[in-house]
């Protein structure tokens, strides 16, 4: 790759910087700025119900969750990255004045084709650095299907969720987020597959 051909680095206050007159959101990623794609109707209506879920679930209590307008901030081992998920649920949050948050236990992605080797393993290795995260889950938006890793005393453990009576659990809010809350106004064929997508290619993995 030619100098030409390099990615332009950038410090973190110039990121923030440039992201506070943005029209369009980017995410850092150890000097380099990535910059966002809009998403479809499905993938909004999905997030937007898990955020209304945890809204009305953590209503009067000390964690409140954050949609994908607010980012989350990783620092560890001398990596710096900022990315905007798609929810995050926070229980001592920033100040109020502050653009992003520091110490999520919940956050959750759901997938899309042009993003779904990010929140897989780039993003999903990032989030589970984060010392006060319990949860990470990841959300197929053409089935209803939740890939989820919870903490425990050896680390991340990996459990699939796939149906839409199920629910997932979450001990350390207090509360359960329905699958049926989650793909609310969501339709899906008998093949759990509600537009072809020829991109779009589902991996369960075991």
């Given at each position: 790759?030619?100098?030409?051909?390099?990615?332009?680095?950038?410090?973190?206050?110039?990121?923030?910087?440039?992201?506070?007159?943005?029209?369009?959101?980017s995410?850092?990623?150890d000097?380099?700025?990535?910059?966002?794609?809009?998403?479809?109707?499905?993938?909004?209506?999905?997030?937007?119900?898990?955020?209304?879920?945890?809204?009305?679930?953590?209503?009067?209590?000390?964690?409140?969750?954050?949609?994908?307008?607010?980012?989350?901030?990783?620092?560890?081992?001398?990596?710096?990255?900022?990315?905007?998920?798609?929810?995050?649920?926070?229980?001592?949050?920033?100040?109020?004045?502050?653009?992003?948050?520091?110490?999520?236990?919940?956050?959750?992605?759901?997938?899309?084709?042009?993003?779904?080797?990010?929140?897989?393993?780039?993003?999903?290795?990032?989030?589970?650095?984060?010392?006060?995260?319990?949860?990470?889950?990841a959300?197929?938006?053409?089935?209803?299907?939740?890939?989820?890793?919870?903490?425990?005393?050896?680390?991340?453990?990996?459990?699939?969720?796939?149906?839409?009576?199920?629910?997932?659990?979450?001990?350390?809010?207090?509360?359960?987020?329905?699958?049926?809350?989650?793909?609310?106004?969501?339709?899906?064929?008998?093949e759990?597959v509600?537009?072809?997508?020829?991109?779009?290619?589902?991996?369960?993995?075991?």
């Open positions: 790759m030619s100098s030409a051909e390099k990615p332009e680095y950038h410090t973190v206050e110039e990121y923030l910087a440039l992201e506070e007159q943005a029209q369009t959101k995410e850092y990623i000097g380099w700025i990535r910059a966002m794609c809009g998403s479809t109707l499905r993938h909004n209506m999905v997030g937007g119900n898990c955020f209304v879920s945890l809204a009305l679930l953590l209503k009067g209590k000390p964690c409140r969750p954050f949609n994908s307008d607010t980012k989350v901030h990783i620092d560890r081992e001398g990596r710096r990255r900022f990315y905007y998920p798609d929810v995050q649920v926070v229980c001592q949050s920033n100040h109020p004045l502050s653009v992003f948050q520091d110490q999520p236990v919940l956050i959750i992605e759901v997938l899309s084709p042009s993003t779904r080797w990010y929140d897989l393993d780039e993003k999903m290795a990032a989030y589970l650095t984060i010392p006060s995260l319990e949860c990470y889950i959300l197929e938006q053409h089935q209803p299907i939740a890939i989820v890793m919870r903490r425990s005393n050896g680390g991340f453990l990996r459990q699939m969720i796939q149906g839409i009576e199920q629910t997932i659990d979450l001990p350390f809010l207090g509360c359960s987020l329905p699958m049926r809350e989650i793909y609310d106004g969501i339709e899906f064929t008998a759990c509600q537009e072809p997508d020829p991109e779009y290619e589902l991996r369960q993995e075991t």
